[in-house]
């Protein structure tokens, strides 16, 4: 079996949409917990576990496009 790029596109698409979502929330994170010299960990949590199910969207959401399946296509939600 051989695997092709549009066989890895909809994983790294997805990869690449949770590090752009970490990335964004980092910033607004440690300048809140650097002020308040607080650490919370829940709230880093919380960010991470949105990444993940915006990356698991956006890579349902390919694989869908990639295997013309439309009800993937909708990605978690299906609306």
Excluded: C, W
């Amino acid at each position: 079996m051989k695997i092709t790029y549009t066989d890895v596109s909809p994983i790294i698409e997805a990869i690449k949409q949770g590090l752009r979502i970490i990335a964004v929330a980092i910033v607004p994170l440690l300048i809140s917990q650097l002020t308040n010299n607080t650490f919370e960990l829940r709230t880093i949590l919380v960010s991470g576990a949105i990444a993940l199910l915006m990356s698991i969207d956006k890579y349902l959401h390919l694989e869908g496009k990639v295997t013309e399946n439309e009800s993937l296509t909708k990605g978690l939600t299906r609306f």
